[in-house]
């Protein structure tokens, strides 16, 4: 029976197209794909009536970005490192194979990598990144400590190649070697995303934590795979974090925490000066050798205001006389971690009668409508100051990249 079906699927020539056209390589059926990738039961939860309902996801969004915002708020006055030093040290060894992240856990560590280069320097843009790879028992160095996104981005896209075992303590060596010579008032910083469940090092791991530790290097870990003993010690030992990734949403969380600049260590909260220069751009045409990568270039470039030597991209420290070149616009979005703006507050539904809160129908920021269609009020949210209402998208946005409250801003005197 099973044959002379068979024989009749081949005969019938359009029905077995259709088949190829309904089944994928890996074997399932088009309306199995769809439920295979969306998942879309975890998308329901049980309401007070036991009904079945689709999650609000934008209000658990903004309830995830509150409790962050609280957190972050408790430890405002504590002092920070807005000069950061920080190596991103990734694991490329075999178990970075694994597809239980898709389409396998290199890709998914590569392409949260590059979102967090991206908001890493948006956040501190006097800070500078590294990027450390380990594969075949060897921690390579993959780009320097430097200040432009794309380059580091460019290197690591080009070297995504999975072998051997990972080396927890060569690539600890190896960024501690680079970090050892940042100046006091930088900030150590290490963060490694690590797939393996075990290291294979060739001496005693526990002195490289120690020699990290003397030389004031946090170092956090972010794993993959089940918590390892060893990533917990270096992490208690160096004042780091170290978190288990449960999911793809979950991992780019873990790896976003990193992004804002944690507190400063006791031994760097002092006050001390810091030589800078505010180098000029380079006339367009001019041709010069550039001090970063020793070729002769067009145009492009700044000017160091005391050796006048040309380099490519701000922040960085000239090659020759060793000056810290910023420009303004890097100090002043750097402000905004010293005074950050006080959380909102959200107006719950019992408020939302009170006659103050009746005369709100527009959000202050966005000035769309703060009613839902069936004409009640949506959650939303109010300065504590000024007492303008804002929608929670706009609440994100102020926080997050404004960093100044439209409505105060509105009513302060000129």
């Not at 290197?155 to 190649?161: D, R, T």
């Not at 797939?195 to 526990?206: E, N, Q």
């Not at 920021?365 to 703060?370: E, I, N, R, T, Y």
């Amino acid at each position: 029976m099973n044959n002379g079906g068979k024989r009749r699927l081949r005969e019938n020539g359009d029905r077995g197209d259709d088949d190829d056209d309904d089944m994928e390589e890996d074997g399932l059926e088009a309306w199995e794909r769809t439920y295979a990738d969306e998942r879309s039961w975890e998308a329901l939860q049980e309401d007070e009536s036991g009904f079945l309902r689709p999650i609000d996801n934008k209000a658990v969004h903004h309830a995830q970005y509150r409790r962050r915002l609280q957190s972050l708020s408790a430890t405002a006055r504590i002092q920070k490192g807005l000069i950061r030093f920080l190596f991103v040290v990734v694991d490329l060894s075999k178990a970075a194979a694994e597809m239980d992240y898709r389409p396998s856990r290199m890709v998914m560590i590569a392409k949260q990598v590059e979102a967090f280069i991206r908001e890493f320097f948006d956040q501190n843009p006097l800070s500078q990144i590294g990027l450390v790879t380990i594969k075949d028992g060897v921690a390579h160095s993959l780009t320097e400590l430097g200040g432009s996104p794309e380059s580091h981005i460019k290197a690591l896209m080009g070297k995504l190649e999975c072998s051997g075992d990972g080396s927890l303590q060569n690539a600890l060596e190896l960024v501690q070697g680079y970090l050892d010579q940042i100046p006091s008032y930088g900030h150590r910083e290490v963060l490694i995303l690590y797939s393996a469940l075990s290291t294979c090092d060739p001496g005693d791991i526990m002195q490289t934590i120690q020699k990290c530790k003397k030389s004031k290097i946090r170092c956090s870990v972010i794993g993959l795979s089940a918590e390892m003993y060893i990533c917990k010690h270096l992490c208690q030992e160096t004042g780091g974090s170290y978190s288990i990734a449960l999911d793809e949403a979950h991992l780019k969380d873990l790896i976003l925490e990193h992004a804002p600049p944690p507190p400063a260590i006791a031994e760097f909260a002092v006050a001390n000066l810091i030589k800078m220069g505010f180098p000029q751009r380079a006339a367009e045409g001019s041709i010069s050798i550039c001090s970063c990568h020793k070729e002769a270039k067009i145009g492009e470039g700044y000017i160091c205001p005391r050796c006048k030597a040309r380099v490519c991209e701000l922040p960085t420290e000239c090659r020759v006389c060793g000056l810290t070149l910023v420009s303004s616009p890097h100090l002043a979005r750097s402000y905004h971690h010293l005074f950050p703006i006080a959380p909102f507050d959200e107006v719950p539904p019992s408020r939302q009668f009170e006659p103050h809160h009746r005369l709100q129908k527009t959000c202050f920021g966005c000035q769309q409508s703060l009613r839902n269609p069936s004409n009640k009020f949506s959650l939303y949210v109010e300065c504590p100051k000024c007492k303008q209402p804002f929608c929670l998208d706009c609440d994100i946005y102020i926080h997050e990249s404004l960093h100044n409250c439209p409505g105060c801003e509105s009513f302060r005197p000129s």
